[in-house]
Nanobody, 115 residues
Framework: QVQLVESGGGLVQAGGSLKLSCAASGSIFSMNAMGWYRQAPGKQRELVAKFTNIGRTTYADSVKGRFTISRDSAKNTVYLQMNSLKSEDTAVYYC?????????WGQGTQVTVSS
């Protein structure tokens, strides 16, 4: 069982920045993949950014050049640095991990960008 706890969401003006954190209960080296998804009201959950244990990093086209995913293995924590935020980035952001055949999700953190 993997537990994921997000933090760092909040209210920010358009053009501003936020950094989300996701603390995992186990070693992130044991995960096949980790990353961030988001879900806006009335929309499906969508991938924001993720990395795999073979070193591949993927970003949604809508966030390329603005968001950066990173990790601190010593802290078992994954981060999402979000710059140049837009109103359309408003959503609940979820941390996720894939370990073996199982997907795990955090509780979500709200990001609201005011225009």
């Amino acid at each position: 069982q993997v537990q994921l706890v997000e933090s760092g969401g909040g209210l920010v003006q358009a053009g501003g920045s936020l950094k989300l954190s996701c603390a995992a209960s186990g070693s992130i080296f044991s995960m096949n993949a980790m990353g961030w998804y988001r879900q806006a009201p009335g929309k499906q959950r969508e991938l924001v950014a993720k990395f795999t244990n073979i070193g591949r990093t993927t970003y949604a086209d809508s966030v390329k050049g603005r968001f950066t995913i990173s990790r601190d293995s010593a802290k078992n924590t994954v981060y999402l640095q979000m710059n140049s935020l837009k109103s359309e980035d408003t959503a609940v952001y979820y941390c996720y991990a894939l370990k073996g055949w199982n997907n795990y999700w955090g509780q979500g953190t709200q990001v609201t960008v005011s225009s």
